[in-house]
C-alpha cells in the first residue's frame, strides 16, 4: 500500500511571502500521479495542481508550483506570493496508474495560515 | 455546470438509526468515490464505482456500510445501524474513468449522538 506523509501539521507564512509544504510519499510503482488539494473553511475539496510521475519538469498552475523529487519520493508545494485566500488544509495526495481504478490516497494534511 | 451534488449537507442522528447518503456526479462522469474525513484518520477510501459497478470497497468500514450506485447519475451510502463512531464528513467525488483529476462534492457532515 502507497503511503503519503505531510510532516508539517501546521504553517503560518506573512501575506506576499513564499512558503514550502512538503509531502513525501512511498510506493514501488513506477508510473503513477501525485496532486496537492485545498480545502479552506467551506470544506470544499479543490485541486491545486497536479504531476505525473513520468514527467521530469515540475508543474506549475499560477503562484502555485511543486518541487517533484522522484528517487527522493518527494513532492513539495510552494506557494509563492501568498494571499489570505489561501488560508486553508492542504493535502497532498497519491494516485497510481491502474486499469481497475483511480483512487486517492490522502496524507494527513497540512493547516496553513496566512498572516496580514 | 453542476458540480457533483451531495445531500443532505448534514444529518444528525441518534445511534441505531439508519442513515442515508446521496450523491449526484457531474454528468458524464463514469467512475464515482465516497471518501470519509476524520480528525483521526483523516481522509479515506471507502468505496468507487466505474460504470456503475464497485470496483473496490475494502475501504467500508463493516457490514453496517452499504452503497450502491443504481444509475450513472445517482448513487447512496448507507449507514445501518449508525453509531457515534461513525460521526465524519463524508464526501463523493466523480471523475471520467482514465481520468486524473476527481471533483469532490461539498460534504455531508454526519454527527451520530
Known amino acids: 500500500a502507497q503511503t503519503v506523509t505531510q510532516s508539517q501539521p501546521e504553517m503560518s507564512v506573512q501575506e506576499a511571502e513564499t512558503v514550502t509544504l512538503s509531502c513525501t510519499y512511498d510506493t514501488s510503482e513506477n508510473n503513477y500521479y501525485l496532486f496537492w488539494y485545498k480545502q479552506p473553511p467551506s470544506r470544499q475539496m479543490i485541486l491545486v495542481i497536479r504531476?505525473?510521475?513520468?514527467?521530469?519538469q515540475n508543474a506549475t498552475e499560477n503562484r502555485f508550483s511543486v518541487n517533484f523529487q522522484k528517487a527522493a519520493k518527494s513532492f513539495s508545494l510552494k506557494i509563492s506570493d501568498s494571499q489570505l485566500g489561501d488560508t486553508a488544509m492542504y493535502f497532498c495526495?497519491?494516485?497510481?496508474?491502474?486499469?481497475?481504478?483511480?483512487?486517492?490516497?490522502f496524507g494527513k494534511g497540512t493547516s496553513l495560515l496566512v498572516t496580514p | 455546470d453542476a458540480g457533483v451534488i451531495q445531500s443532505p449537507r448534514h444529518e444528525v442522528t441518534e445511534m441505531g438509526q439508519e442513515v442515508t447518503l446521496r450523491c449526484k456526479p457531474i454528468?458524464?462522469?463514469?467512475?464515482l468515490f465516497w471518501y470519509r474525513q476524520t480528525m483521526m484518520r483523516g481522509l479515506e477510501l471507502l468505496i468507487y464505482f466505474n460504470n456503475n459497478v464497485p470496483i473496490d470497497d475494502s475501504g467500508m468500514p463493516e457490514d453496517r456500510f452499504s452503497a450502491k450506485m443504481p444509475n450513472a447519475s445517482f448513487s447512496t451510502l448507507k449507514i445501518q445501524p449508525s453509531e457515534p463512531r461513525d460521526s465524519a464528513v463524508y464526501f463523493c467525488a466523480s471523475s471520467f474513468f482514465r481520468a486524473r483529476e476527481q471533483f469532490f462534492g461539498p460534504g455531508t457532515r454526519l454527527t451520530v449522538l
Open positions: 495526495a497519491f494516485m497510481k496508474n491502474s486499469n481497475s481504478g483511480y483512487a486517492l490516497n
Open positions: 504531476q505525473e510521475a513520468y514527467k521530469q
Open positions: 454528468s458524464g462522469h463514469n467512475s
